[in-house]
């Protein structure tokens, strides 16, 4: 499932990205792991070090990097995990049943909805993760689930964020400097 | 100056809204494609030496220090 900024030009303002970021739903065994580094080099996809590391040290984390293909774009990937008290994890065991399908240049992919693209970006907290979900909340005003979002907002305790998201506050005054 | 920021925000999120999607990812991607490749070219520039791939592995390196935050 596709998250965080490659997602701008569909859900808020289009810029530029250093990275994609994605969630893998996978439960960990040798049998999987050997299975997912053989998808990743039959397509070419390339570690930042050694496919020993990215095995070992990342899967262990839970938190895989490599790059990609041609323009060696780097491609974080998060496996989900069941339970955690990590925020991060929390939002991707949140959003990963209510992903959606879009397409992105022909190719069909699953991605996070809307709400839970704002979620993140006001969990990550930064300056410019605050103007992605202010992004979204002012292009998707009429048909976003404010219900899920005040709620999961509370339970992830972004909910002044929420609120500033609401109020439509500019980032500047919820970042000043 | 509050007020234009939202102003601002507004009309380019109206905009997007009249753009078809596909045209949007389109900009995204060129986007993405454009800085890289600028930076790539300077950095080979500085250093000639340097292959994309290690140009590219520092870019990364220099950001995740800067960053310095989990995603």
Known sequence: MLVG???????AEVRQTQDFDCVIDLSITDVTLAKLQKV????????????KEVFTSGVMSGFITILSPIEQFKVDINIRKESSENPFE????LAFPRRIRIKMREIECWAQTKEDFILAKLVYGGYQDYKDALACYIRYTDSLDKEYLSHNARN??????????????PVDSVFPE | MTARVIDDLK???????RTPLDKLVGIFFEMC????????????EKFPNKSRKEIILDYYRMQSQLSNRRR
């Open chain 1, 5 to 11: 900024g490659v997602l701008t030009p569909i859900y």
């Open chain 1, 40 to 51: 990743f080099i039959k397509h070419k996809f390339q570690p930042f070090t050694t496919w």
């Open chain 1, 90 to 93: 929390q939002l991707a065991y």
């Open chain 1, 156 to 169: 992830l305790g972004v909910e002044e964020y929420w609120q500033a998201v609401l109020a439509q506050q």
């Open chain 2, 11 to 17: 009309l380019k999120m109206a905009i997007a809204n």
């Open chain 2, 33 to 44: 494609d454009i800085g890289r490749e600028l930076y790539v070219q300077a950095e080979r």
